[in-house]
């Protein structure tokens, strides 16, 4: 079983969905997963930036070794056969406060719900 608690909370969730679900992330995670240093850099949010070691470490140690590393290896993660994971839709919103709360003790304000959560039909909109 994968541990995701070594990534910052506001990015358990993307990195989650590729690993378990082969569902690509978004720009800042697909530069991390297909090692590429310097756009990783230049997408990282400023939690992402001072955790960039954490993301190395849970790929090294907690990811399988044939979901990471190039563009084509990303590829082919992604087209490979999954198993049939349980919706998540239930832990959202408890996901979802432990983003905000997580996100506003480092400096970043708003209600990230709507940002990294947008399939949820149980999030609050405001």
Not at 62 to 72: I, Y
Request: aromatic share 12%; net charge negative.
């Amino acid at each position: 079983m994968i541990n995701y608690e070594r990534l910052p909370v506001h990015v358990r969730y993307g990195m989650k969905r590729y690993m378990e679900e082969r569902k690509r992330p978004g720009d800042f995670l697909t530069a991390v997963i297909q090692n590429k240093l310097v756009d990783a850099f230049s997408k990282a949010d400023d939690i992402n930036v001072l955790r960039m070691h954490d993301f190395v470490t849970f790929l090294y140690w907690e990811a399988p070794s044939t979901s990471w590393g190039s563009e084509e290896v990303m590829d082919a993660w992604c087209k490979s056969k999954r198993e049939p994971q349980a919706c998540m839709n239930t832990a959202c919103e408890d996901w979802a406060d432990e983003v905000t709360e997580n996100c506003t003790k480092d400096g970043l304000e708003g209600d990230f719900r709507h940002s990294y959560f947008p399939h949820c039909e149980n999030r609050i909109v405001s």
